[in-house]
């Protein structure tokens, strides 16, 4: 089956703009979460959402927004960018149970703030 | 706040010999202890997991231990190959009211040198 898909690959702003990135999931899968992934900072948890719902965040600021649609794919919205939010975005998604927590990454969407 | 400390940054070896990575959580809550390998260009893949209610786990070459008390899991890899160079990561997921959230330690860079 097809693996969890991100739109678009690449992308360059200029600061101040805003940028939507997407993820498709897995099929059947219902929770999405996405990660900023830095040099220095690694892998930082952004939001999570299931069923349309954003159940958990990180620690980042309102500049960094999502949400989910009805089929499961979901949106990630960074306003007024900075040079600082460069980075590749990471969309997992997850089909979660009770025990089940495994995530599947996609290749990322690597976002360049000039 | 919660985190996850990953040593050691970077790790070279010979090929066929073992290579270790050690993690340190702190969040008691967390659950779910996965471990990821992430090549160039490419979104991290997870190559094995371990549950709270597991010591250890194998998979063939790979192999992951979890100790609880001390809040310690490691991975291990041996008869490393050239293709096992990558960036390796732990995580801890920890479940709480209606989702779940995951902490990644900062990355351990393997070299296998043939």
Wanted: glycine share 8%; charged share 20%.
């Amino acid at each position: 089956k097809a693996g969890v898909t991100q739109t678009p690959r690449y992308l360059i702003k200029t600061r101040g703009q805003q940028v939507t990135l997407s993820c498709s999931p897995i099929s059947g899968h219902r929770s999405v979460s996405w990660y900023q992934q830095t040099p220095g900072q690694g892998l930082q948890f952004l939001f999570e959402y299931f069923s349309e719902t954003q159940r958990n965040k990180g620690n980042f600021p309102g500049r960094f927004s999502g949400r989910q649609f009805s089929n499961s794919r979901s949106e990630m919205n960074v306003s007024t960018l900075e040079l600082g939010d460069s980075a590749l975005y990471l969309c997992a998604s997850s089909l979660v149970s009770s025990m089940n927590t495994e995530a599947f990454f996609g290749q990322g969407t690597r976002l360049t703030v000039v | 706040g919660e985190n996850v400390e990953q040593h050691p940054s970077t790790l070279s070896v010979q090929e066929g010999d073992s290579a270790v990575i050690k993690c340190t959580y702190s969040d008691s809550a967390s659950n779910y202890f996965p471990w990821y390998k992430q090549e160039l260009g490419k979104g991290p893949q997870l190559i094995i997991d371990i549950r709270s209610n597991v010591g250890e786990k194998k998979d063939q070459r790979i192999a992951v231990t979890l100790n609880k008390t001390a809040k310690h899991f490691s991975l291990h890899i041996t008869e490393t190959q050239p293709e096992d160079s990558a960036v390796y990561f732990c995580a801890a997921s920890t479940r709480n009211t209606g989702g779940f959230k995951t902490i990644f330690g900062a990355g351990t860079r393997l070299f296998v040198k043939a």
